[in-house]
């Protein structure tokens, strides 16, 4: 391992990827707005885009998929959350702009008990975060909830559950507990939790997953 990658793992580890905390976690979300680019280009590149879209970000971090996703909406307004402390504060510096134009807004708050009204959003989003949520499944049901119907509902995430994985990706699931489930049990999970439409994409080279639920 070269100095560089351990520098990189004692900050995440420091900084708590589950919820990011402190100067650690700071320079966390840091990396993570830049090295998660290239995932969230290519899990937003299913949505379709009109503008005038309410959208929301669970787990926004750093504030990068956020701040991407502003570029398409024009007349609509986006809303993140996020129960960690300093991810907001970071996200609210990463989107100033946006915010001061009141074109977004970013808050603190839990999946579990999302403080929006039911049918709130066209769009909702959630990158590199869904393997943290304390009930998955359960907590599905609130994205549903708070999403129209005929919404989208896009969950981005770098791997899922095959036979492939590295074992350092093994380690890291173990280690920080990480709900990894197989694309099989992610169409169960959204079906259940009401989602009436599910496609499960695969980027063939990266072997990014992207689940597209429909309400």
Sequence with gaps: MSTNDRNEKAITAAGNPAKPTGEAGEQMLARMNESHGPLTAWGLSH??????????????????????????????????????????????????????AGKMDVSQGSVEKLPFADDSFDKITTVESFYFWPDPPENLKEVSRVLK??????????????PDLSPATRENIKHYNLYNPTPEKFEDIFRNAGFTTVIVHIEPNEGWICIEGRK
């Design 149 to 162: 119907t005929g919404g989208t509902f896009l969950l981005i995430a770098e791997i899922y559950e095959r």
């Design 47 to 100: 949505f379709t885009w009109h503008g005038d879209e309410a959208v929301l970000d669970i787990g926004c971090g750093g504030g990068a998929n956020l701040k991407r996703m502003s570029e398409h909406v024009t007349t609509g307004h986006l809303t993140g959350i996020d129960y960690s402390e300093t991810s907001v504060r970071t996200s609210l510096q990463t989107n100033a702009n946006a915010i001061e």
